[in-house]
Nanobody, 123 residues
Framework: QVQLVESGGGLVQAGGSLRVSCAAS????????VGWLRQAPGKEREFVAA????????YYADSVKGRFTISRDNAKKTVDLQMNNLKPEDTAVYYC????????????????WGQGTQVTVTS
């Protein structure tokens, strides 16, 4: 069973960049597809991006395509989400999640979840 811990959230101005990271422990990390999802205040949790077992397979929500990049390092057991050209509407708690199936497209049926990290984008 894998455990996930997010880090790297913070406060940034619109147009800026931020990288959030997900560190895994336990389990065979390369056997999990990993996704990032976010939840803004008063809104439902939404899918952001996902990466498959070996990193070649990725999928992005339309709202972040071209601005966010997901990547993984199986040796380090980490998955990063590089966020560029951030907008105030990107403000949310960002969650890292994992699933055994090598599926990156929604619906995001993840089994394992981290606690989340706050990203706030000011205008």
């Amino acid at each position: 069973q894998v455990q996930l811990v997010e880090s790297g959230g913070g406060l940034v101005q619109a147009g800026g960049s931020l990288r959030v990271s997900c560190a895994a422990s336990g389990g065979t990390f390369s056997s999990y597809a990993v996704g990032w999802l976010r939840q803004a205040p008063g809104k439902e949790r939404e899918f952001v991006a996902a990466v498959g077992w070996r990193g070649a397979l990725t999928y992005y929500a339309d709202s972040v395509k071209g601005r966010f990049t997901i990547s993984r390092d199986n040796a380090k057991k980490t998955v990063d989400l590089q966020m560029n050209n951030l907008k105030p509407e990107d403000t949310a708690v960002y969650y890292c999640a994992a699933r055994e199936e090598n599926i990156v497209s929604p619906p995001p049926r993840y089994k394992y979840w981290g606690q989340g990290t706050q990203v706030t984008v000011t205008s």
